[in-house]
């Protein structure tokens, strides 16, 4: 059997799982059968790795729970996002189990809950139960699974997280019910040039290519070139048992002329460190392409703890007139595994390259690559193609790197100065970069339509900031351009925006981030005299929008046992729901997936009676009332 590094756990680790007998564990929704799974913990999601298991339930709400084993109930968590009805149990060997997307608790858990929602008159609720008020025995029933919180489908998310609250990979313990014997999937391999001198068959950039499958191992279907510091990326997946599901390859290792540069074991992660996924992954064709490529090389400002490398990083370095091979090997919590190996060939880089599919330029553009501004011009005489940049009232003389067939390729390192614009046969392009930010350091800009507040450490790498202001005078809408989404943000930055159109109705106007497709989305914000000050972990465009229009409310059942309404907010969305009998409050659950409230009594045998009031506030501030009697 092939040796995985998945396997080995450590002196931590190990001590833990001595604790921890064949067994300690039961499966918590359909013990005894076959059980398949949508999501595997490490998982890359867009924002964060996955915590835990995500186990299928044949597409209904309404299956059983079970404890895993013995122990109290620590925390209950009832919110309409994230986990939505979710149960915490701390077991005697310090671990605690989680599981989330119930759509109900059992009777007894239930009704504590009820009590405490009445009480502080809220839907959302977090509770910590005494250490003694609900000992839960092993096979135990607990609640149903459903489909609450931010959940897209009807599934149990369940986790095992040790006694540091750091979720663990519950396929850990072998778990009958999980069957395995696919090995992880292969798509594509990228090539990165890590700096100004280095080389993908003569280019300068970012690379992919398509990888085959020859016999047992994938290859690469075409011969490649490369020179200098090179990052080597990954697109992978794998699938279980029953499930077309393409989940998380959680140990991916490389070698690199027999020695090993690059190793990562995804099997604890704190959840402070769960959005540095960004920086894990290529962020750039993350956002747009939709692709999760995992780097084998640590970005820097990558702090995540379940890396391995050489000295440099992960990142391997080719001379010219050399042979170099690269093995990678990846492996699933089963030990299925799966190697892709290609031989990556040392040439020095031409300044003039002849590509038969390459259609060349015709006007002059440009691109922002590591730390690095790359253009591209048609070349347009005989003469040695060059190009004037002109950076903090200096001009600069810049040769081309090379060409390709009738294009020059200029390349000009950022940290030499932004450049401001360049001359190129009478022709001039302008630029729009206005402040490099560090990466580590607070930092402060203050610009004609808007000032930016950075944090210390709020971003993972220094961002060559841009920023753009454009008035459609026909909407009445002007928007502020912050960055191209590229650079990912660790924690919130703070944004103010200096509008020149004067909104009369400060209440009710708001940011908004627009997509490619101009769809807003609410981000707040607060006004201070004329400017608006909000906060954002993403780039972007944004916009101020006034939100006038009233929520909606339609009542769908209403009767002395049952209340069901839906309701929506077409602009802002909603902030508050507040429903009252006879000046009562009463609790109603919040499915915002479907727009649903429906009434949950205090006493079930109590029939509603009496005069209905319900209130809808939406983050705009607009009220909408229903009224009527029961």
Request: charged fraction near 25%.
């Given at each position: 059997?092939?040796?995985?590094?998945?396997?080995?756990?450590?002196?931590?680790?190990?001590?833990?799982?001595?604790?921890?007998?064949k067994?300690?564990?039961?499966?918590?929704?359909?013990?005894g059968?076959?059980?398949?799974?949508?999501?595997?913990?490490?998982?890359?999601?867009?924002?964060?790795?996955?915590?835990?298991?995500?186990?299928?339930?044949?597409?209904?709400?309404?299956?059983?729970?079970?404890?895993?084993?013995?122990?109290?109930?620590?925390?209950?968590?009832?919110?309409?996002?994230?986990?939505?009805?979710?149960?915490?149990?701390?077991?005697?060997?310090?671990?605690?189990?989680?599981?989330?997307?119930?759509?109900?608790?059992?009777?007894?858990?239930?009704?504590?809950?009820?009590?405490?929602?009445?009480k502080?008159?809220?839907?959302?609720?977090?509770?910590?139960?005494e250490?003694?008020?609900?000992?839960?025995?092993?096979?135990?029933?607990?609640?149903?699974?459903g489909?609450?919180?931010?959940?897209?489908?009807?599934?149990?998310?369940?986790?095992?997280?040790?006694?540091?609250q750091?979720?663990i990979?519950?396929?850990?313990?072998?778990?009958?019910?999980?069957?395995?014997n696919?090995?992880?999937?292969?798509?594509?391999?990228?090539?990165?040039?890590?700096?100004?001198?280095?080389?993908?068959?003569?280019?300068?950039?970012?690379?992919?290519?398509?990888?085959?499958?020859?016999?047992?191992?994938?290859?690469?279907?075409?011969?490649?070139?490369?020179?200098?510091?090179?990052?080597?990326?990954?697109?992978?997946?794998?699938?279980?048992?029953?499930?077309?599901?393409?989940?998380?390859?959680?140990?991916?290792?490389?070698?690199?002329?027999?020695?090993?540069?690059?190793?990562q074991?995804?099997?604890?992660?704190?959840?402070?460190?769960?959005?540095?996924?960004?920086?894990?992954?290529?962020?750039?064709?993350?956002?747009?392409?939709?692709?999760?490529?995992?780097?084998?090389?640590?970005?820097?400002?990558?702090?995540?703890?379940?890396?391995?490398?050489n000295?440099?990083?992960?990142?391997?370095?080719?001379?010219?007139?050399?042979?170099?091979?690269v093995?990678?090997?990846?492996?699933?919590?089963?030990?299925?595994?799966?190697?892709?190996?290609?031989?990556?060939?040392?040439?020095?880089?031409?300044?003039?390259?002849?590509?038969?599919?390459y259609?060349?330029?015709?006007?002059?553009?440009?691109?922002?690559?590591?730390?690095?501004?790359?253009?591209?011009?048609?070349?347009?005489?005989?003469?040695?193609?060059?190009?004037?940049?002109?950076?903090?009232?200096?001009?600069?003389?810049?040769?081309?790197?090379?060409?390709?067939?009738?294009?020059?390729?200029?390349?000009?390192?950022m940290?030499?100065?932004?450049?401001?614009?360049?001359?190129?046969?009478?022709?001039?392009?302008?630029?729009?970069?206005?402040?490099?930010?560090?990466?580590?350091?607070?930092?402060?800009?203050?610009?004609?339509?808007?000032?930016?507040?950075?944090?210390?450490?709020?971003l993972?790498?220094?961002?060559?900031?841009?920023?753009?202001?454009k008035?459609?005078?026909?909407?009445?809408?002007?928007?502020?351009?912050?960055?191209?989404?590229?650079?990912?943000?660790?924690?919130?930055?703070?944004?103010?925006?200096?509008?020149?159109?004067?909104?009369?109705?400060?209440?009710?106007?708001?940011?908004?981030?627009?997509?490619?497709?101009?769809?807003?989305?609410?981000?707040?914000?607060?006004?201070?005299?004329?400017k608006?000050?909000?906060?954002?972990?993403y780039?972007?465009?944004f916009?101020?929008?006034?939100?006038?229009?009233?929520?909606?409310?339609?009542?769908l059942?209403l009767?002395?046992?049952?209340?069901?309404?839906?309701?929506k907010?077409?602009?802002?969305?909603?902030?508050?729901?507040?429903?009252?009998?006879?000046?009562?409050?009463?609790?109603?659950?919040y499915?915002?997936?479907?727009?649903?409230?429906?009434?949950?009594?205090?006493e079930?045998?109590?029939?509603?009676?009496?005069?209905?009031?319900?209130?809808?506030?939406?983050?705009?501030?607009?009220?909408?009332?229903?009224?009527?009697?029961?």
């Amino acid at each position: 059997m092939t040796f995985s590094p998945c396997l080995g756990w450590g002196q931590e680790k190990a001590s833990l799982e001595s604790s921890q007998p064949k067994g300690y564990y039961l499966f918590p929704i359909r013990p005894g059968d076959q059980n398949f799974l949508s999501g595997t913990m490490g998982e890359l999601r867009p924002t964060h790795f996955h915590a835990g298991i995500d186990i299928k339930t044949l597409g209904v709400e309404g299956l059983e729970v079970y404890a895993s084993s013995n122990g109290y109930l620590s925390r209950i968590k009832v919110s309409s996002g994230g986990y939505g009805n979710a149960l915490y149990i701390l077991h005697p060997n310090g671990t605690t189990t989680v599981y989330a997307h119930l759509q109900r608790f059992n009777q007894a858990i239930a009704d504590y809950v009820r009590k405490a929602q009445y009480k502080k008159e809220s839907f959302e609720i977090e509770l910590y139960p005494e250490k003694d008020q609900f000992f839960l025995k092993k096979g135990e029933k607990i609640g149903y699974s459903g489909n609450s919180g931010s959940s897209s489908g009807a599934h149990l998310h369940f986790e095992i997280r040790d006694s540091q609250q750091r979720p663990i990979n519950p396929l850990k313990h072998n778990f009958s019910e999980i069957r395995d014997n696919i090995a992880p999937e292969v798509r594509k391999i990228a090539f990165r040039t890590m700096d100004k001198n280095s080389r993908i068959n003569g280019q300068y950039g970012r690379f992919e290519f398509r990888v085959i499958k020859n016999g047992a191992k994938y290859t690469l279907p075409v011969p490649v070139t490369a020179y200098g510091n090179i990052g080597v990326e990954i697109l992978t997946h794998d699938k279980l048992n029953g499930a077309h599901n393409r989940n998380g390859v959680p140990c991916i290792e490389m070698s690199f002329d027999g020695a090993q540069v690059f190793q990562q074991n995804i099997d604890r992660f704190k959840f402070s460190e769960t959005r540095s996924i960004l920086i894990h992954t290529d962020y750039q064709t993350s956002r747009e392409k939709g692709q999760r490529f995992v780097k084998m090389y640590v970005d820097s400002g990558n702090e995540l703890p379940f890396y391995e490398t050489n000295q440099s990083k992960g990142i391997i370095k080719i001379a010219k007139d050399s042979t170099h091979s690269v093995l990678i090997n990846l492996w699933d919590m089963y030990n299925n595994h799966t190697q892709v190996a290609f031989e990556l060939k040392g040439t020095e880089p031409s300044n003039t390259l002849r590509l038969t599919n390459y259609k060349g330029t015709s006007k002059i553009s440009y691109s922002l690559i590591n730390n690095n501004l790359m253009v591209k011009a048609p070349v347009v005489s005989q003469e040695v193609p060059c190009v004037y940049l002109y950076s903090n009232r200096m001009r600069y003389q810049v040769d081309h790197a090379y060409t390709i067939n009738q294009t020059a390729v200029f390349l000009w390192d950022m940290d030499q100065g932004l450049p401001d614009s360049l001359l190129y046969d009478d022709k001039k392009l302008t630029f729009n970069y206005k402040a490099l930010i560090p990466g580590a350091t607070t930092f402060n800009y203050f610009g004609e339509h808007l000032e930016l507040q950075i944090p210390s450490k709020a971003l993972f790498d220094t961002v060559f900031l841009t920023s753009d202001y454009k008035l459609d005078s026909s909407k009445h809408q002007e928007q502020f351009v912050i960055c191209r989404d590229i650079y990912p943000i660790r924690k919130n930055i703070n944004v103010t925006l200096k509008p020149r159109l004067k909104y009369p109705d400060h209440q009710r106007t708001a940011v908004y981030s627009l997509d490619k497709r101009g769809n807003a989305a609410y981000s707040g914000g607060r006004w201070d005299g004329e400017k608006v000050r909000f906060k954002t972990r993403y780039w972007g465009t944004f916009t101020l929008l006034t939100d006038s229009i009233m929520p909606e409310i339609k009542p769908l059942i209403l009767n002395s046992d049952k209340l069901v309404f839906r309701i929506k907010d077409a602009l802002s969305g909603i902030k508050k729901y507040e429903l009252e009998i006879d000046g009562k409050w009463v609790l109603m659950k919040y499915d915002y997936k479907k727009n649903i409230i429906r009434s949950e009594k205090i006493e079930p045998k109590t029939p509603f009676k009496g005069a209905l009031r319900l209130k809808i506030t939406d983050n705009a501030g607009n009220v909408k009332n229903y009224s009527t009697n029961l």
